[in-house]
């Protein structure tokens, strides 16, 4: 799935902090990001952003209008990976046009990669790989006087263009890398081993950010609630949500994406009791039977995640569930794939990411034979997309007549769109007076369907 960057604002009235010591030179220059992938992909953009703006860059609208293009890259999927490519043969033009414009590309793409990329894509300048941030100075010598603070440096892109969108969400990566070895994903071989961040150094990221306007925070890694266990002085995830709980003027604290086997009582405890932990758990199951799950390597049992999921809504009155599902993976017989269905069908999700399998070079499963037809991948998909319409629903029907705290991210065609803390889509009419954007509004919904809500503002906004 192609993701545009989006990068957050803060409300216009809102005056930052500055971001290091030193002043913001007004170099004239512009910069435009491409980001596709992870929300992992998303914060490495975002800090990138946050550096380049610091020696004085601005935001470009397009790639014609910058002076230097970075693609963020994706490797989850083969067809990921062939828009980038694209995207970098596209480029080429640009790039004889304007020769003195560095072309970047970053990404899961580049790992152990770099010496056939450059054969492949000889007009780029430079490759780095993900989150390796100081490599930029080889073509923004600018950022060498920011070797000091980069450590520091959040996650973080403070705009100079108005726009649409309102910075009250960021995202703050806390574990770098994966240590899993699922047979059919890549990104442990291109993102490393898990490492985590210190302790410390998020909390003073999430203060940084609760003091320029960010309300929303969400925790990422690949395997988030995996944090803690490589360090030093060992933490956990849910001491880390304890933390940032306490920082005054943060309002709601998310994070993605977490492994069952890591989904203790403490996590789901600290969910249910801290004020700014939202309803909400993403917990990824790929398949409903046991047999595919060993095939995938993904070390849990489906009774496992089904009872996961039921303890999290025993504790946790309202909260919402999401998942991934990956069908047609190599062997999937129309049996196992029914195990899928009879699971979902039980646990009503309130979101179910649907993929259907295809073959990643350098995986285990690619060295399979791929035996499930096309055809019966896309019939399976289409099965549990119904499936998932009549369950989304009934889910959203009984919330009709309730009343839901919104946050206002941005406003199209006259309506302002806004998520709840269980992270489901709400619209409400615009009254032509009263600016919202990036306020918190209650909302009493008047109308539902599977994917979104619509209501009433019946708050002013706060």
């Known amino acids: ?15 930052p902090a500055p971001m290091t010591s030193h002043p913001m030179p007004a170099n004239g220059k512009k910069f435009f ?32 209008d910058a002076d230097i293009v970075i693609l963020n890259s994706c490797v989850v999927r083969q067809a990921a990976e062939d828009k980038v490519a694209g995207r970098l043969d596209y480029l080429a033009r640009l790039k004889r046009e304007k020769p003195e414009m560095p072309l970047v590309l970053t990404g899961c793409m580049v790992t152990r990669q770099q010496e056939k990329l450059k054969q492949r894509f000889p007009h780029v300048d430079l490759f780095f790989n993900p989150s390796d941030f100081d490599k930029l100075v080889a073509v923004v010598p600018e950022l060498e006087m920011l070797e000091d603070d980069l450590a520091s440096l959040p996650h973080y892109y403070q705009p100079q263009l108005s726009g649409n969108k309102v910075g009250v969400s960021a995202f703050v990566p806390i574990i770098y890398g994966c240590n899993f070895v699922c047979s059919y994903c890549i990104v442990p071989y291109r993102r490393g081993k898990e490492t985590s961040r210190p302790f410390s150094d998020i909390v003073t990221e999430v203060e940084r950010l609760v003091d320029n306007g960010v309300r929303e925070v969400t925790l990422l890694g690949q395997t988030v609630n995996a944090y803690g266990y490589d360090l030093e002085e060992k933490s956990s995830l849910s001491r880390l949500l304890t933390a940032v709980d306490k920082i005054p003027g943060l309002e709601r604290l998310r994070f993605l994406t977490s492994h069952p086997k890591y989904m203790g009582d403490d996590v789901i405890d600290a969910i249910a009791d801290l004020p700014t932990a939202c309803e909400h758990m993403n917990l990824p199951v790929q398949a409903g039977d046991n047999e595919v799950l060993q095939r995938m390597r993904r070390t849990y049992t489906r009774d496992l995640w089904m009872e996961r999921i039921a303890t999290t809504r025993e504790k946790i009155a309202g909260v919402t569930v999401a998942t991934d599902i990956i069908v047609g993976f190599p062997g999937e017989t129309e049996e196992q794939f029914m195990q899928t269905y009879d699971m979902l069908e039980h646990t009503k999700c309130d979101k179910v990411h ?11 499963s690619s060295r399979w034979e791929d035996d499930v037809p096309h055809e019966e991948k896309w019939r399976r998909h289409q099965e549990l997309e119904k499936l998932q319409l009549r369950v989304c629903t009934e889910l959203n029907a009984v919330r009709m007549g309730e009343t839901y705290e919104v946050l206002v991210e941005s406003k199209e065609k006259g ?10 889509l709400v619209h409400f009419d615009d009254d032509g007076e009263t600016d919202v954007l990036g306020k918190m509004v209650d909302v009493r919904i008047n109308h539902t369907s599977p994917w979104f809500l619509m209501g009433e503002a019946v708050s002013a906004p706060r």
Not at 1 to 15: K, Y
Not at 38 to 57: H, I, T
């Open 33 to 64: 990001i491409w980001t596709m992938g992870c929300q992992m992909n998303e914060a490495d953009s975002q800090k990138v952003a946050a550096m380049l703006q610091e020696v004085g860059y601005r935001k470009a609208e397009s790639e014609n």
């Open 354 to 364: 649907l993929a259907m399998y295809s073959p990643r070079p350098g995986t285990l």
């Open 1 to 15: 799935m192609q993701t545009r960057t989006v990068i957050p604002l803060v409300p216009h009235d809102h005056q």
């Open 415 to 424: 309506r302002w769109t806004g998520r709840t803390r269980g992270n489901t």
